[in-house]
């Protein structure tokens, strides 16, 4: 197999533009004095993904911003985990909330056409990338708030599912879930260990195997979603649970965290290889790639 580019590459051509300051417009009007300079604020961005850290709150907002459905790309994935690991290791951000920049679209998962007719060292190069993004996000120590401001199939559910709270907008169009078996391909065990951690066993197991995505309200009934609100309320209420989380040490809230999470982490660390060799033997048998092909058939006959 040819040599894997590790994610410290693709960061080192990703082209990440640097750290700039500028004002935060978001969130910030209600707390600044009428009159005063706006407090500092740093910014950055790449090609998808937003970032705006209001260091005086401690919170950083990451918008996705990738038309027309925020799929999880090679790219997508890689600006996520850098823009992550950014916010990390930057001691004047406590927590994040990630959002979509693209009208009722969250993110619409994994993108398949990643997953489709590409090669074995493609495939694996994408699933170690899928990975990545997990283990940071689910393992960050930073406060994680998934603000869901639009559909959220599959690998979209599972980012918001790996934060530590979600709230969605209330509209009965929007609907989320971990719906892989619809496409013919099987979410893997860190996907269920985190849906199965937020919903309990018999709600994951019956929504795994039908591949159910539910519609705002529905999620919310069996805490798929931790609440609902009207959209223009979404950032408002966002940041109001994160000073609610952020008014707790950060020592006693982290090491909770990692008491609660480490087990399901740790599982995928020990079987990471064995994991990315499942997913492309899986990934790349025909009768898959067909289901792919049909799934990506069906969502453009949908348009016309
Ligand atoms: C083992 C592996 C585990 C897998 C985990 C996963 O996440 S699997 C992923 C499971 N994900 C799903 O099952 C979600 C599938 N997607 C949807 O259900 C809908 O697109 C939507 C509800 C997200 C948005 O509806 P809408 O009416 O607003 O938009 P629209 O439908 O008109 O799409 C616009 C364009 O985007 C394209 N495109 C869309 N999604 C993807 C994608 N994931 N990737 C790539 N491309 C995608 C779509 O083909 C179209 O392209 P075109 O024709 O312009 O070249």
Not at 260 to 282: I, P, Y
Request: charge should be positive; aromatic fraction near 8%; charged fraction near 25%.
């Amino acid at each position: 197999m040819a040599a894997v580019p590790t994610l410290a590459r693709r960061i080192a051509r990703s082209g990440v533009r640097p750290l700039c300051r500028w004002p935060l417009a978001w969130g910030r009007a209600a707390r600044q004095p009428p009159g005063l300079p706006l407090a500092p604020c740093r910014a950055f961005s790449n090609n998808k993904i937003l970032v705006e850290l209001d260091e005086s709150s401690g919170v950083a907002m990451m918008k996705f911003k990738s038309p027309p459905v925020n799929s999880l790309s090679l790219d997508f994935l890689t600006e996520f985990c850098i823009s992550l690991e950014k916010l990390e290791n930057d001691r004047a951000c406590r927590g994040v909330i990630f959002a979509s920049a693209v009208p009722r679209i969250f993110s619409s998962g994994l993108d398949i056409t990643e997953m489709s007719g590409k090669s074995m060292e493609h495939y694996a190069e994408f699933w170690r990338a899928v990975q990545e993004m997990w283990l940071r996000l689910y393992g960050s120590n930073m406060v994680t708030i998934a603000a869901v401001n639009g559909s959220s199939p599959a690998g979209g559910c599972l980012v918001a599912l790996s934060c530590d709270y979600r709230i969605m907008v209330e509209n009965p169009k929007f609907s989320i879930g971990l719906n892989e078996a619809q496409l013919g391909i099987v979410a893997p065990f860190w996907f269920k260990d985190t849906f199965v951690n937020v919903v309990g066993h018999r709600i994951a197991e019956r929504s795994l195997q039908l591949g159910s995505l539910y519609p705002a309200p529905e999620a919310l009934k069996f805490g798929l979603v931790d609440e609902l609100v009207p959209e223009e309320k979404l950032q408002e209420k966002a940041m109001a649970v994160m000073a609610q989380w952020l008014a707790l040490p950060d020592h006693a809230r982290q090491l909770t965290k990692s008491m609660m999470r480490k087990a399901v982490l740790d599982r995928l660390v020990a079987h990471r290889e064995e994991d990315v060799q499942n997913f492309v033997s899986f990934i790349s048998k025909e009768s898959i790639q067909k289901s792919l092909r049909m799934y990506m058939e069906m969502l453009k006959k949908k348009k016309s």
